[in-house]
């Protein structure tokens, strides 16, 4: 079960890490890269390819890519469900390239001026495992020190879930990061959201976490 949600969480990390350390490197350049959204998402795509071994770009944008609703009210926010979690992502927000029913990654639409992002993952973890004693070393291996590490355990529309936060720092980067996994019969998912720098999306990814539930 532990390896299972490292392996589960390296991959969120990794995304994460891509989007912000692309965004450290490049201060000077923010305008120029923000109307290239495109080629910068290249590698998120890579990432997350490498990852699933078997699944091309082609049948991935084809046969499964996730699924949407039109936009609601008069804006453009989207509902996203992620293999029965719903959540409405903020204005602009919108899934890179190379998203799929196992991994699926949403970036604000001036990316990568800002990197805050939410990713959403497929698994199959099971709530026994998500203790501190386990979770939060785990979580310290890959990142380091850790700072109000929280986690606990309550359901949402009758599917039990874990919800983890902490804050931390890694190559100069801040993160503060909410995480909901939802343990379902045949699969976990999970769904992250970051707050990149102290970013100003801070609001508006606190208003999406409001918005979750469960479909069906």
């Known amino acids: 079960m532990k390896n299972n949600f490292i392996k589960i ?8 890490f891509a989007l912000s350390f692309a965004a450290c490197g490049s201060k000077d350049n923010e305008v120029s890269k923000a109307g290239s959204n495109g080629d910068q998402s290249v590698e998120s795509k890579e990432d997350v390819t490498a990852d699933s071994e078997a699944v091309s770009e082609e049948e991935s944008k084809a046969e499964s890519l996730p699924e949407t609703s039109e936009p609601t009210a008069s804006d453009e926010r989207l509902v996203f469900n992620f293999n029965g979690v719903s959540v409405e992502l903020p204005e602009g927000f919108h899934l890179t390239d190379g998203s799929t029913e196992q991994n699926a990654l949403a970036v604000p639409a001036d990316y990568p001026a800002h990197t805050d992002n939410i990713s959403f993952v497929t698994g199959a973890d099971q709530s026994a495992a998500f203790t501190e004693e386990i979770m939060k070393p785990a979580f310290e291996q890959l990142l380091g020190e850790l700072k109000d590490f929280n986690l606990s355990k309550s359901k949402l ?22 995480l909901y996994t939802f343990f379902f019969t045949d699969k976990s998912v999970t769904i992250t959201f970051s707050v990149i720098n102290d970013s100003e999306n801070r609001a508006v990814l606190d208003k999406a976490i409001e918005t979750l539930h469960i479909e069906g």
């Open 9 to 16: 969480l390296a991959l969120a990390l990794v995304l994460v």
């Open 157 to 178: 529309d009758g599917v039990e879930y874990a919800l983890v936060t902490y804050k931390c720092e890694v190559n100069g980067v801040k993160m503060d990061q909410t």
